[in-house]
């Protein structure tokens, strides 16, 4: 499941994920918020005709995940990805603010998303950078819905992030350390079809 917020040049893309570190085998989950370009479409049909729209490169991530063993709501593990190299993430960034206070922290970044000085300058259109701030509260209210705390189960989690069970498994498949994986908790992941 996935919520998106489309504006004119730009979309937040808010969603539950679900993570395993490639090294150790741990476990994350949480919220994902992601800022992407609306890549232009030429017009198809008539004036009535339904038309394409394409969330695609990506600009900005936050995730603000917990690790599977560790208390809900801790956010030790929360990180965002400043920039991306085409559609590669940079590494994580950590803010001892963005876990001390995750959504607060959100909702000061998506309110102060394209403002001039801010330290992240996404490429955005001049009308998004005025329009997007103005849902941020409702944003932060769809990631708040999909954070950590709402995911108790194996089943649960697996429910919310269905539509990538091939990413899951590639996770698995990268893992430098497969005897540590947890096989139960990842099983709705490999069993699916």
Not at 16 to 36: C, K, N, P, Q
Not at 160 to 176: F, G, K, S
Request: charged share 25%; hydrophobic share 40%.
């Amino acid at each position: 499941m996935l919520h998106m917020f489309a504006f004119s040049s730009c979309a937040v893309i808010v969603r539950h994920w679900f993570e395993i570190d490639l090294t150790d085998a741990s476990m994350e989950h949480g919220a994902r918020v992601e800022v992407r370009e609306l890549a232009s479409q030429p017009h198809r049909g008539s004036e009535s005709a339904a038309q394409l729209i394409t969330a695609d490169r990506p600009l900005w991530r936050a995730d603000l995940f917990d690790r599977l063993s560790d208390k809900p709501g801790t956010f030790a593990v929360a990180h965002y990805h400043p920039s991306f190299s085409d559609d590669e993430p940079s590494g994580r960034t950590w803010d001892p603010a963005l876990t001390a206070d995750p959504w607060s922290w959100l909702g000061d970044r998506i309110a102060n998303l394209g403002a001039s000085g801010s330290d992240e300058q996404w490429a955005i259109g001049a009308a998004d950078a005025l329009d997007v701030p103005r849902y941020a509260d409702q944003i932060v209210a769809a990631a708040r819905s999909l954070g950590p705390d709402r995911c108790s189960s194996a089943a649960q989690c697996f429910q919310l992030t269905q539509d990538v069970r091939d990413t899951v498994r590639l996770m698995i498949e990268y893992l430098e350390r497969p005897d540590e994986l947890d096989v139960a908790w990842v099983r709705p992941w490999t069993d699916a079809r």
